[in-house]
C-alpha cells in the first residue's frame, strides 16, 4: 500500500474458516428442504429468507408469544432468547417472525402426526409435510440473528440441534396452564 492509499476498513468481526464451514453446513442442511436449492440460495441472496417445506429435514411448532410469556413480543431479541434459555429452559433450533408474532422451534420431521391438538386454542400448531397439509415457511438464512425482519434465536448448526417435541409439548402445555390459571 502506499502512503496517499487509504486503508480498507476492518469488519467489526470477522469469522474463522471453522465458523464459515459451519454455516455452510447449517444453510446446505436447510436448502435440503427447498424444491430447488438454487432458488433458495437466491432467495436467502437477495431477501435474506426462503420459501422451504416442512417436513423434509425438519417440521416446525408455531407458537405465538402469547402461548410463551406475557410481553414476550415486545423484548428484545436477546431477551427473548434468555427466557427461552432460562425461565422456560428450551435450547434447540428456533427462529422469530416478528410478522406474525410467533416463535417457530424446528423440531424432527415426521412431529406433526403425532402431535397433540390441545394446544390449538392457543394457537400452536405443528407444522409438517404429512398430506393433506403440507406447510411452506419463510426460513432467514443462517447468519440472520437479528432484527429486522424473520431472524434466528438459536441457528442451525449443520442439522444438529432440534427441538425434543416432547419436552416442547410439556413447556408450552405447562405455560398455557400457568397462563389460565392466572386469566391471561
Known amino acids: 500500500m502506499t502512503a496517499g492509499t487509504p486503508m480498507p476498513p476492518v469488519p467489526a468481526y470477522e469469522r474463522t474458516q471453522?465458523?464459515?464451514?459451519?454455516?455452510?453446513?447449517?444453510?446446505?442442511?436447510?436448502?435440503?428442504?427447498?424444491?430447488?436449492?438454487?432458488?433458495?440460495?437466491?432467495?436467502?441472496?437477495?431477501?435474506?429468507?426462503?420459501?422451504?417445506?416442512?417436513?423434509?429435514?425438519?417440521?416446525?411448532?408455531?407458537?405465538?408469544?402469547?402461548?410463551?410469556?406475557?410481553?414476550?413480543d415486545h423484548e428484545t431479541t436477546s431477551d427473548v432468547l434468555r427466557r427461552l434459555l432460562h425461565d422456560l429452559r428450551l435450547s434447540?433450533?428456533?427462529?422469530?417472525?416478528?410478522?406474525?408474532?410467533?416463535?417457530?422451534?424446528?423440531?424432527?420431521?415426521?412431529?406433526?402426526?403425532?402431535?397433540p391438538a390441545d394446544l390449538a386454542p392457543q394457537e400452536v400448531?405443528?407444522?409438517?409435510?404429512?398430506?393433506?397439509?403440507?406447510?411452506?415457511?419463510?426460513?432467514?438464512?443462517?447468519?440472520?440473528v437479528a432484527p429486522p425482519g424473520p431472524h434466528w434465536l438459536m441457528p442451525p448448526n449443520g442439522g444438529d440441534g432440534q427441538i425434543e417435541p416432547e419436552l416442547l409439548y410439556r413447556t408450552l402445555r405447562a405455560r398455557t396452564s400457568e397462563m389460565r390459571q392466572v386469566g391471561q
Open 125 to 144: 400448531e405443528c407444522l409438517g409435510g404429512t398430506a393433506p397439509y403440507i406447510y411452506h415457511l419463510g426460513v432467514s438464512r443462517v447468519d440472520r
Open 92 to 115: 434447540g433450533l428456533a427462529f422469530c417472525d416478528p410478522y406474525r408474532p410467533a416463535l417457530y422451534f424446528l423440531v424432527p420431521p415426521g412431529t406433526d402426526r403425532r402431535w
Open 18 to 72: 471453522q465458523e464459515w464451514a459451519r454455516l455452510h453446513a447449517a444453510q446446505r442442511w436447510l436448502a435440503e428442504a427447498a424444491t430447488d436449492p438454487e432458488v433458495a440460495d437466491r432467495e436467502w441472496t437477495q431477501q435474506g429468507v426462503a420459501l422451504l417445506t416442512a417436513g423434509v429435514t425438519w417440521d416446525a411448532v408455531r407458537a405465538p408469544y402469547k402461548a410463551l410469556g406475557p410481553g414476550l
